[in-house]
């Protein structure tokens, strides 16, 4: 059951309204100012991919700490275990830019698309130049008001399976002033890292308090924030 729900999400609706809504995205996008064409490009197609996950794979999710939810824009500092908070995050969190790995723009469509989104895509393979990269363009989308979304491990991890918390995100927040929203969820007990297969069940995505990181040692602060959403993942 759980793989024929799987395939029903990817081959009917994820699918066939990503690259519909890629196409539309292009032709209509363009003219818009940037947070205008955030909503249009991504904010649909979160909203869309969220409520498919909870109807289709019997995903449905519950978030804690809403309170901590802010006004200004943030760092958001979230742990990475599938593709399921790539997108509700983007739909929690609004107007938003991602860290994303270059090469995710070259996909057919949903690439194209995304880009309008000006996304900040860095490659990895040249680590002082990521960095650069993400302390320019996030210094520049910060301004703009919007927030800006970083997985600190830098890939998914199962679930259960912890990951070092890389300094970009961190140093980001340092140079521009901007706080730390810590984010903690197990979207991987129901999306695995691997494998194909969706299982059922209701995802806990908690929202710590903002973390101003400007005073004391940078180092310091990532470990703690890391031990934080460590022991924030619901089992």
Partial sequence: MNFLRTFIFYACFYGPFTISWSIISLLIALPLKPQQRYRVVIGVWASFSAWAARWVLGINYRIEGVENLPNEPVVIAANHQSAWETFFLQKLLQPQTQVVKRSLLKIPFFGWAFAMANPIAIDRTDGRAALNQ???????????????????????????????????????????????????????????????????????????????????????????????VCEAIEP
């Avoid at 703009?144 to 961190?170: N, S, W």
């Avoid at 927040?173 to 299982?199: E, M, Q, Y």
């Fill in 134 to 228: 993400i302390i320019e363009q996030g210094g520049e989308r910060l301004k703009q008001g919007f927030h800006v979304l970083i997985f600190p491990e830098g890939t998914r991890k199962a679930h259960g399976e912890a990951g070092d918390f890389k300094q970009g995100g961190f140093m980001l927040a340092k140079k521009t002033n901007a706080k730390i929203l810590p984010v903690a969820h197990n979207a991987g007990k129901f999306w695995p890292a691997k494998g194909f297969s969706k299982r059922p069940g209701t995802i806990v995505v908690r929202i710590l308090p903002a973390v101003d990181i400007q005073e004391g040692k940078l180092a310091a602060h990532i470990k703690q924030i890391e031990k934080q």
